[in-house]
């Protein structure tokens, strides 16, 4: 579908000229503009916090406490496609239609009517973009991708605060023989090489919808920032980051399979990316400087996309030997979405360099390769990484 902004205005059966006057009434979607010339991110981006990739901000996983399990929405990471929009919560609908609703005219909806009408519910879970650890391809594989030079912090873990999707769905009368869900964004058209994609938009199954997925408005009990989707984003737990649509306008519910340039050109390697790898940081920024001690206790957390982590095994030799971390209890059950801390007590390190590796496995048994599959992208990259730091 091309869905341009004329077409998503008239859908929402409101005045073309919402911000009148403006010359970015011209460009920008209705209820959301973006800051001409001022900055892609807007929250605030502390160094000690972030590594800047421009529209995208990656998390410092030296930064993170190791006694919150959750992470603070200040601190984390944002992915733009193209740069954050500001959207008034007063002139902001979502637009549900499509040929698998029994009116394919469908509905519109303000947050408030969401929060109001359906069951509120909170999910815990790993967020991760597709392209974490695509560095590591260079670095550690010596190949070439394109796309952002993530290293490991792409990722965080929210709880989320919304409602969920297969409520709404039901309620705006969805048909058995629906099967295809297309989420688009209120941010502005991605252009690539001059080619205009449109909006971010990406197709998903009826059956991720009813089963898990989410319409947001909060993260850990606050409102969401502009940077994380305000006033509304979807959340698909356990699937790549690529597919929670941030500024929602509208989901197309459908009786055939909807397509997109993000599920056909983009985020696929032999077919759409759907579920998260296993992957793992440690709690330190790369060459660390680690004081000589008769114990040091290291920390990290590993995660899955499909099922809680089983177990983490860890080398401080650079691969010769491992041991078990001590994986914690997780402090916020919710399917085994989140993430698992863990502590290692490396004793008796001889000062020098060393290279430290974690490898965790789910409860389904995935693991984490020595190498991982290489595709241009960079998509997915869980092989274990190897972690220099020196003890001094
Ligand atoms: N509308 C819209 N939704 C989007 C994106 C975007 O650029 N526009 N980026 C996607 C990608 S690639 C990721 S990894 C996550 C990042 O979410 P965050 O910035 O809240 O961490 O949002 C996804 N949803
Ligand atoms: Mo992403």
């Not at 209120?186 to 997925?213: C, E, N, T």
């Not at 759409?272 to 660390?288: F, G, K, Y």
């Amino acid at each position: 579908m091309t869905d341009t902004r004329l077409r998503r205005r008239s859908l929402l059966g409101l005045p073309v000229a919402a911000a009148a006057g403006s010359v970015l009434s011209q460009v920008a979607p209705l209820a959301a503009r973006a800051v001409a010339g001022g900055p892609a991110i807007l929250k605030p981006l502390p160094p000690e916090w972030f590594i800047d990739h421009g529209t995208n901000a990656e998390m410092r996983w030296d930064s993170v406490d190791p006694k919150d399990y959750r992470t603070p929405q200040s601190r984390l990471f944002v992915r733009n496609h193209t740069r954050t929009p500001i959207i008034d919560e007063a002139d902001y609908r979502l637009r549900i239609f499509g040929d698998g609703l029994s009116d394919p005219a469908g509905v519109t909806l303000a947050v408030a009517d969401l929060r109001r009408r359906f069951t509120n519910v909170e999910v815990t879970a790993t967020h991760e973009c597709t392209g974490n650890g695509r560095s590591f391809f260079t670095t550690q594989q010596g190949q070439s991708v394109s796309g952002t030079a993530w290293t490991l912090g792409a990722v965080g873990t929210v709880t989320w605060q919304g409602v969920r999707l297969g409520d709404v769905l039901r309620s705006a009368g969805l048909r058995s023989d629906a099967v295809s869900v297309l989420s688009t964004g209120l941010d502005p058209s991605y252009v690539d090489k001059g080619v205009d994609y449109g909006p971010v938009r990406r197709p998903f199954p009826v059956a991720k919808a009813l089963d898990d997925a989410v319409l947001a408005w909060g993260v850990n009990g606050e409102r969401l920032l502009p940077d994380h989707g305000f006033p509304l984003r979807l959340v698909l737990p356990g699937w790549v980051g690529i597919a929670s649509t941030k500024w929602l306008g509208s989901l197309e519910v459908s009786r055939s399979e909807l397509t997109s340039p993000w599920n056909t050109k983009w985020y696929n390697v032999d077919g759409a990316l759907t579920v998260n790898p296993v992957r793992s940081a440690w709690e330190l920024p790369r060459d660390a400087r680690l004081p000589a001690a008769r114990k040091i206790v290291l920390t990290g957390r590993s995660w899955s996309g499909t099922a809680p982590i089983a177990r983490v095994d860890v080398s401080t030799d650079g691969g010769e030997t491992w041991s078990a971390a001590r994986v914690h209890p997780a402090p916020q059950p919710s399917r085994g979405r989140g993430w698992s801390q863990w502590t290692y007590v490396w004793r008796d390190a001889a000062p020098g360099p060393h290279t430290l590796l974690a490898r965790a496995t789910d409860g389904l048994g995935r693991t984490q390769p020595d190498v991982a599959a290489f595709n241009p992208s960079g998509y997915f990259f869980d092989a274990v990484v190897r972690h220099p730091v020196t003890v001094v």
